[in-house]
Structures are given as C-alpha cells and as structure tokens.
C-alpha cells in the first residue's frame, strides 16, 4: 500500500511504473469515481513523453497517443460497456501487441478478458467515510492525497516488481 | 458479373477483383497495420488501375475472420457499407479457408494457422476432396501447446500455413510428420474465387446477415456489482 499527499505524487508513482513498462503491457486502474484514475494516466502518460492533453475516455473508450519511439500510449475506459464482448471488442491485447501499451480504467470489472496485466488501485482516504463527497473532490481539480495499491495478474512484471518496489518506496505505508 | 474482395482479418490489408474471368487484380500489403488509413485508397486504386467502375461491381465478398479484431472491423465495416450503398449482395469468407485454399493440391491435411496474439492460434484443418478442399476440424482458437497436441493426435501428414505457423514454428514442427509453407496472410485473389464459385450457386447474403467470426470465449454480462463490495 502506498500513500501520496498530492496530485504530483500520483503523478510520481505513475512515472515510476511508466518507467518499467514494456510494450505489450496491459495497466488495470482500478477505483470508485473520483479516485483518480485519469490523474493517474495523465502523470503516466507524461513520463511517457505524451504532450498532448489526456482526457477520461468514458465516452470514446479509447484514446490513444504517439509516445516516444514507435510506442503508443492507449487509455481505455469500460464504465460504459456492459459485457465482456464488448470488452473483447475493443481488442486491448491486440492494441498491447502492436507496440503499445495499454492503460485500462474499471479494467478490473473485466479482469478475465485481459490477460496478464498489473492493477493499479487507487482511492481516497475519505472513500470509506463518504465516496460521493471524494467523487466531487475528484471531478474538480483535486489537489488531495490518495492511497495506491499495485497488484500482478500473471507472471509478466515478475522480473520487473522488485524494481517497481524499490521505485516507489518513498510512498510507502 | 464483378466481385469485390476486401481481406483484413490479420495484419495484411488486401483487395481484389474479378470475376468470370478470374482474379482481374488484387492488391495486398502486410506491413503497417493501418487498416483504416489503407483500405479506403487500396480500393479506388484497384479498381482504377483495372478501368472498373464501383457501380460495375455486383457483390461484395469479405473475409469474415477469424483473426485480430482491429482489422477485421474495418474491413466489415467498409464492406458493409460499400454494399448498402450500392444494394449489392455480399459473400462472407473464413479467413481460414482464404489459406488453405493455395494448397488445395496437397494430399496432406492442411492446417491454417492464425496468429491470435496472447500465445494464442485460430486454427481449422482441411483435406483434398474431388473439386477442392473439405474442412475436417471446426475453427478453434487455443494456445499453441492445443494445436500440437491436436496434430500430434492425428498423426497424419500436415501442411501448415499462415503467420500463426511462421511465428510458432519451432513449436509446431515439433516431433511429427509437418511442414511449415505456402501464404503467411489470407490471399485476397482466393477469397474472389471462392466468392465466385458461391455466387453462381446464389449464396449470397444481406450485409446485415454478414457476422465477424471472433471464436471468443461467450460473452458474459460484466459485472458491476463487484466494486461495491469491494472496501
């Protein structure tokens, strides 16, 4: 578990992961509304050299941008599908597979159909006490602390989670 | 009477022509990735290099997968809607049987192979009837490891084809009686002649009887109740 006291410190920890990822992978970012999913993306997108604007995709499922390199950086979001072939629809292992690396907001409602992939669970220390009161903090501008836990469905960041440790260990709680 | 062929079920994007006569011309490019962008002018220049006119065009044949989503809902789409515009029938092929079809002369079972990504395969299995080829084994899609043991079960002379047989060679020609050879992408020439030999026999379909082959696990309602349990 891990614990940031601002938005630069997501920011932080996303560039830390951003600095291990690989093309290929596949990034669940798991948390209720407002937990800062997208800020995340942005700070990982960022360390990824991605000048452009990041916006939330919940409306166009996914987003992609040019990176560095020939990578490019894809933002998915499923809050609006219903089913898991509508998930399979979006071919996010496919989008991984053709250099690129894919970030996936709500992708743990959808685990199943990703594949090898770490998560990323973020939430705000208010979140047990009143989720929408962290919703609203979340929509506009939140400058606020969140805790992060970082979790691997597979073996592919196997030789990659001891450096990923170390890399955040400043937030660590 | 005019077919056109449009073929993106893998990396490769192709189109062709033809008809009575044959495949008149074909265009095919397997690098890229950018379906979007490429199938579009690939069909205008195919049809103008062959002096064809769209409205020349009677039916519109697609490859209906199986085979990587990205591409196949492109060339679904544009199908679809080249077809609607112009109330022209359409043919749907199996991407599997674009591959085997070059090697119909083989009498070893030929097994397509598509790279499904993940370290996975869509794979079929075909043999030599009079007049072409008679599939042996439905469509599957599998990790690698279920291919070879399907082979290694059959213990029959194999021909395999296809990009998911060149990525996954050294698994495949494993221990048995296989070799590795003939198309890496689906030919798009082949999907206008098997588009042909249907269209005489009238087997066409509407565009919105035309349906992608995904071979996925079955859909399952996502469910959304699990973040509110969660702490």
Request: net charge negative.
């Amino acid at each position: 578990m891990l614990r940031v006291d601002d938005l630069a410190g997501t920011h932080a920890v996303a560039a830390a992961i951003a600095g291990l990822a690989r093309p290929g992978d596949v990034i669940v970012l798991a948390g209720e509304m407002g937990a800062g999913k997208t800020a995340f993306a942005q700070g990982f997108g960022r360390a990824l050299g991605v000048t452009e604007p990041i916006t939330s995709p919940t409306f166009t499922l996914v987003h992609s941008y040019p990176c560095a390199g020939k990578l490019t950086l894809h933002h998915a979001d499923l809050y609006r599908l219903d089913s898991s072939s509508d998930v399979d629809d979006l071919a996010l292992h496919e989008l991984a597979a053709d250099n690129g690396i894919v970030l996936v907001e709500w992708g743990d409602v959808a685990a199943a159909s990703l594949g090898d992939h770490i998560e990323v669970r973020l939430a705000h220390p208010l979140d047990t006490d009143d989720p929408e009161a962290a919703g609203d903090i979340g929509e506009f501008g939140d400058t606020g602390g969140r805790e992060i836990e970082l979790s691997a469905t597979g073996s592919l960041w196997a030789g990659r989670w001891d450096r990923l440790s170390r890399a955040v260990e400043a937030y660590r709680c | 009477m005019l077919i056109l062929g449009i073929e993106t079920a893998t990396q490769q994007v192709g189109v062709a022509v033809g008809g009575h006569e044959g495949v008149i011309a074909t265009f095919e490019v397997a690098r890229g990735r950018r379906h979007a962008e490429i199938l579009t002018p690939a069909i205008e220049f195919t049809l103008k290099q062959a002096d064809i006119e769209l409205a020349e065009i009677s039916c519109i044949a697609v490859d209906v997968g199986p085979g990587l989503f990205t591409g196949m809902r492109v060339g679904l789409a544009a199908a679809k809607a080249l077809a609607q515009a112009l109330r022209i029938p359409m043919i749907g092929i199996s991407s599997l049987d674009l591959l085997a079809f070059p090697c119909r002369h083989t009498d070893r079972v030929v097994v397509p192979v598509i790279d499904a990504r993940k370290g996975e395969v869509f794979w079929s299995m075909y043999r030599q009837v009079p007049g072409g080829l008679q599939q042996v084994a439905a469509p599957t899609v599998g990790p690698v490891d279920d291919l070879v043991a399907d082979l290694l079960a059959r213990s029959q002379d194999v021909l395999c084809v296809g990009d998911g047989a060149e990525r996954y060679r050294d698994e495949i020609l494993d221990g048995y009686r296989c070799e590795i050879s003939g198309p890496a992408y689906p030919p798009v020439g082949a999907l206008v002649q098997l588009a042909h030999a249907r269209a005489l026999r009238e087997e066409y379909l509407r565009p919105g009887e035309i349906e992608p082959v995904y071979l996925r696990a079955p859909d399952a309602q996502i469910n959304w109740s699990v973040r509110e349990e969660r702490p």
